[in-house]
C-alpha cells in the first residue's frame, strides 16, 4: 500500500476511533508458570475474578447502535478456563448481540469443553504454542503443557467455524525450532499461525534468554518472508507489536498500525479501562468501570492513543520512520516513558550494517 494512502486511512480511523474489539481481562489465576508473562499472574493471582454482572454492567453502557458488526470481546487472564462459568459468560455476551473468543494456553481444552463452548457461540480462539515438546514445557513451566496445548490445537482445528490461530512467542531457545514447528501445526490441520517477540516486561524483564538479539529477529523476519512467498496450507505473519521498516510489507498483511485504543480497549481484572492488556496499566489507564461509564471514557478519553506526537522523544525523537512508526507499539512504553524499551527497526537496521532499506 502506498505510504501517504495508508497514513490517511490510518488518521481517520484514530479520528473515528470505532471500537470493535475489548480484551476482558476475566480471571488473574494461571495453571502455569510461563516465564514470558507480561503481567505475572501468579504475583497477581490474589486479586480475586472479576464477577460476569460487573463485566457485563459495562458492556451495557455501549449504545445499541454502536454495536457494530463483527464487535468482539474477547476473554483472556491468567487462564480464562479456570472460570467455572465460562459457558454462561459466552451465552451472555452472544445474547446481547456480542462475538466472542478466548486466548488460552490449552491446557484445560478437551473435547468435552471444546463441545460446551462452541455450543455457547465461541467464534474465535487464540491457542499458545512455544515450540517442540521440550521448550514449549520449559517456557510454560509445567511438563506436559505440550501434549495438552497441542490436543487442544487439534480440537480447534477439526472446527470449520472457528476463526481459529495459533500464536508462537519467539526468542532464543526456540528460533531454531521454527521449521519443524510449522511443519507440525500444518500436520494439525492449522491454518493461521502468528509469532510474536518479547519485549522485557514482566517476567521476561530478568530473562536474556526471552530477548532476540539482533541477527536473530533478523533471521525470524527472514523465516516469516520465505514461508509467505512459499505459500502453503498455513498462513504465516508477525504479530503487530513494532515497525519493521522494509519488512512490514514482506511478514505482515498490512501495514504497522498500533490499533490500541484506536479500535482495541481492555476492562482489567480490578476495572481499569485500558486497551491490550499488556500496555502498561498504571501510567495509561483512562479510568475504571467501577466509576466511571465504560462507554464515555471509550469516546471522551484515550487520547495517549490516539495522539502519540508525546512518544517523540528518546531516539524518536530525530528518527526518519517516524511517521509510519509513531513510537511503535504501545506496549513498548512502560515506566517513567522516556523512551520505548525496544525498537526492531534499529535492531533490524543494526544487523543489516545500518542500512535503513536492507
Known sequence: MNPFLFRLFRNN????HELNYLFWECTMRCNLHCRHCGSDCFASSRQPDMPLA???HALDTIPKEKIVKGFTVVLTGGEPLLRPDIREIGLALRERGFGWGMVSNGFFYDRQMHGRLLGAGMGALTISLDGEA???DWMRGREGSFDRAMEAIRLAASAPRLAF???TCVHRKNLRELP???TLLEEAGVKQWRLFTVIPIG???SDPEMILQDDELVALMDFIRKERLAGGPMHVTFSCEGYLGPYDAQVRDTPFFCRAGVNIASVLIDGRICACPNIDRDVFSQGNIYTD????VWEQRFQPFRGRKWAR???CATCGEWRDCLGGGMHNWHGDCRQGLTCHFAQIRAASGGNPHL
Open 293 to 296: 461509564n465504560f462507554y464515555a
Open 313 to 315: 522523544r528518546g531516539p
Open 134 to 136: 521440550l521448550s514449549h
Open 54 to 56: 460487573d463485566f457485563l
Open 180 to 182: 519443524r514447528l510449522k
Open 165 to 167: 490461530d495459533v500464536v
Open 203 to 205: 517476567r521476561a524483564a
Open 13 to 16: 480511523e484514530i479520528r473515528v
